[in-house]
T-cell receptor, first 114, second 115 residues
Framework: DQQVKQNSPSLSVQEGRISILNCDYT??????FLWYKKYPAEGPTFLIS?????DKNEDGRFTVFLNKSAKHLSLHIVPSQPGDSAVYFC?????????????FGRGTQLTVWP | DADVTQTPRNRITKTGKRIMLECSQT?????MYWYRQDPGLGLRLIYY???????NKGEISDGYSVSRQAQAKFSLSLESAIPNQTALYFC??????????????FGPGTRLTVL
């Protein structure tokens, strides 16, 4: 059973507009949340993270929002650029696991068109 | 130079063959992982190792085995490959001492096709 869910397999946005990628989780023991970006023929690369004690973290054009009561987080990209076109994975760390393993969602393919 | 390398990058094999995928890292991280990516299924953990003496099964370890030959090397073996093991395989490393949230660093992936 998936503990991290990305229910939108794809998202298409015009250049300059906002991209919002969503992620839901079920495990209340998750204490850190990460977003990874993946281009074709490359491995995923870390993008931004947020601790469960915060509700927002910002890094340049990228902002992650966390709503713990709803067990929901979102990644906002403003303004979107064609180079942002990639698969975005949401991941969460389980503090209840002695191994601190990450659980990944299925990914959302973002396409930014000119 | 890449910090996490995987060999081979692409491999085509036949059902029943034994295959080994190799991963090397120069990051000095103790923790290493093998993931599998299938279209629409995201990244699923196969095995992970927290040091040379520690090997742990992930969520989909059946049909796979691993060997941690050194801190820097972690190999994944398919003892008898089957077509549904056709996928993209990623190796990753992490250093929990250096990252509170256990950020993982991924290699470029190995595309494996089993005919």
């Amino acid at each position: 059973d998936q503990q991290v869910k990305q229910n939108s397999p794809s998202l298409s946005v015009q250049e300059g507009r906002i991209s919002i990628l969503n992620c839901d989780y079920t495990n209340s023991m998750f204490d850190y949340f990460l977003w990874y970006k993946k281009y074709p023929a490359e491995g995923p690369t870390f993008l931004i993270s947020i601790s469960s004690i915060k509700d927002k973290n910002e890094d340049g054009r990228f902002t992650v929002f966390l709503n713990k009561s709803a067990k929901h987080l979102s990644l906002h990209i403003v303004p979107s650029q064609p180079g942002d076109s990639a698969v975005y994975f949401c991941a969460a760390r389980d503090r209840g696991s002695t191994l601190g393993r990450l659980y990944f969602g299925r990914g959302t393919q973002l396409t930014v068109w000119p | 130079d890449a910090d996490v390398t995987q060999t081979p990058r692409n491999r085509i094999t036949k059902t029943g063959k034994r295959i080994m995928l190799e991963c090397s890292q120069t990051k000095g991280h103790d923790r290493m992982y093998w993931y599998r990516q299938d279209p629409g299924l995201g990244l699923r953990l196969i095995y992970y190792s927290f040091d040379v003496k520690d090997i742990n099964k992930g969520e989909i370890s059946d049909g796979y085995s691993v060997s941690r030959q050194a801190q820097a090397k972690f190999s994944l073996s398919l003892e008898s490959a089957i077509p549904n093991q056709t996928a993209l395989y990623f190796c990753a490393t992490s250093d929990p001492q250096g990252s509170a949230y256990n950020e993982q660093f991924f290699g470029p992936g190995t595309r494996l096709t089993v005919l």
